[in-house]
């Protein structure tokens, strides 16, 4: 006989802006690892790393020394900013509406989360398309159509994240072996197939070589790129066991994950001048098994990634128009990621204009955690969470700073590295505002 009281288990997820039971909060730290170490490494994270050694004159193990410590600094304060979703199981951008207020929140911090997320989805997903594209011309002799295969692959991801955080967990969980499977394969062939005598001798006998200013600013570079997560970190830690789960989890797994993709990246451009380690590695070999390998693996990071990105960038829509469901938001997103997929010289052509964006994601991301670490000291209180509910209110002090921090960031040389110089800027300068004229709602 069937208990009709039981709770019954959800196909879709359903919570939006509310807060998950905490029944439902079960994912261990573990769990948490897992995911992150998964979506770190794609075509975007390789990027920053290859740079530094091609761009900055760095040596191998300079470069992956430098970029992952900046890139850990970036994820300390993701993990911080992880907190309101592990303790109250609320998303993100609906817990920045106690920082920035309602219309702030909803109005200028969630729709750029969710433009970035948009472009950074259908990067990763013409990215990987093209790296199929050059399996099947290789192996078979015969070009497939861009959008026979864009389409499936952005509709297969969008379809996943609309299910839900357990389908994201699962996934991830899954691929995990076969990315390992596939970053040890690149990495036996770069140890193996280089001309000059072996790639390990070479990497190692790199020493640290380079500026101590290029290492602070690619180190910096590293930094800016990840800090904006704390935009979204919140989003994946509702279901945590507790907040050190969370924190934890987020910490180690993005941690132990970049320093996989540093190692990665910066061998394919010290050993090849390639900034991308798919490609590079696939080059340096005629097997069909191991270029398979290789190309399974940047299509299974690609998705990886990608329906991180859907997710976080579906709440972020929620919190903008409330009134639609989880699942809504989440299809729209998808909906507009997977026709944009289809057209990479559109998003080609976006990659100004999202650069622009910068201006605005560095000094709000720096308000945010400025706001929430130093002025409300890791806790939201009553006062706080009355925000949360409000229909209105803006705080104008958040926005008097951000739009200083965006005059500042455009105004800096980029020799100085901007993104950095400007959080830094605003995470002090922020609290120091606050501590003289108080938090003040405006209706």
């Known amino acids: 006989m069937i208990d009709s009281t039981s709770p019954k288990k959800r196909t879709l997820e359903t919570y939006g802006l509310e807060a998950v039971p905490e029944h439902m909060r079960t994912t261990a730290w573990y769990q948490y690892a897992f995911i992150q170490i998964a979506i770190a490494a794609n075509a975007g994270n390789f990027l920053i790393p290859a740079l530094a050694v091609l761009e900055g004159g760095l040596s191998f193990w ?56 948009l472009y950074w989805f259908s990067v990763q997903t013409i990215g990987g398309t093209y790296v199929l594209q050059q399996l099947f011309l290789r192996m078979t002799g015969n070009e497939i159509p861009f959008i026979f295969l864009s389409l499936p692959l952005s509709t ?29 394969t690149i990495l036996y062939i770069y140890f193996t197939t280089n001309e000059a005598s072996t790639s390990w001798y070479v990497l190692h006998n790199s020493a640290f070589e380079g500026s101590i200013m290029s290492m602070v600013f690619f180190s910096s570079l590293a930094f800016v790129q990840y800090v904006s997560g704390v935009s979204a970190s919140a989003d994946m830690t509702r279901y945590a066991k507790s907040p050190k789960h969370g924190f934890f989890g987020l910490f180690i797994g993005n941690s132990i994950g970049f320093f996989i993709t540093a190692v990665i990246g910066c061998a394919s451009a010290y050993l090849f001048q390639n900034i991308n380690p798919y490609v590079s590695a696939s080059n340096q070999t005629e097997s069909v098994i191991l270029i398979s390998i290789i190309t399974l693996t940047a299509i299974i990071s690609m998705i990886s990634i990608n329906i991180s990105n859907a997710y976080t960038g579906g709440y ?23 026709i944009l997929s289809g057209f990479p010289a559109l998003v080609n052509e976006a990659e100004a204009f999202i650069s622009l964006l910068g201006g605005l994601i560095i000094p709000i991301s720096a308000v945010i955690v400025s706001d929430y670490i130093i002025v409300k000291r890791s806790t939201l209180t009553g006062k706080s969470l009355e925000q949360l509910t409000r229909t209105t209110g803006i705080n104008p002090w958040a926005l008097v700073t951000i739009g200083t921090g965006c005059i500042l ?10 993104g950095f110089v400007t959080f830094l800027s605003i995470f002090v300068l922020y609290p120091l505002i606050m501590k003289r004229f108080g938090y003040v709602n405006v209706d």
């Open 62 to 117: 300079s470069a992956v020394t430098a970029t992952s410590i900046g890139a850990c600094f970036g994820f300390l304060f993701v993990s911080y900013l992880s907190l309101p979703g592990a303790r109250l199981g609320i998303p993100a951008q609906y817990a920045i509406r106690s920082m920035l207020g309602v219309q702030g929140a909803r109005f200028l911090s969630s729709p750029i989360r969710s433009i970035t997320s």
């Open 156 to 184: 297969l991801m969008v379809l996943l994240a609309v299910i839900g955080f357990d389908a994201v967990k699962k996934a991830t969980t899954y691929f995990l072996p076969f990315l390992i499977l596939g970053e040890a």
């Open 316 to 338: 972020s829509l929620l919190n903008t128009f409330s009134s639609l469901s989880r699942i809504k938001s989440a299809m729209i997103f998808g909906i507009s990621g997977v």
């Open 409 to 418: 960031y455009f105004v800096l040389p980029n020799e100085v590295s901007p």
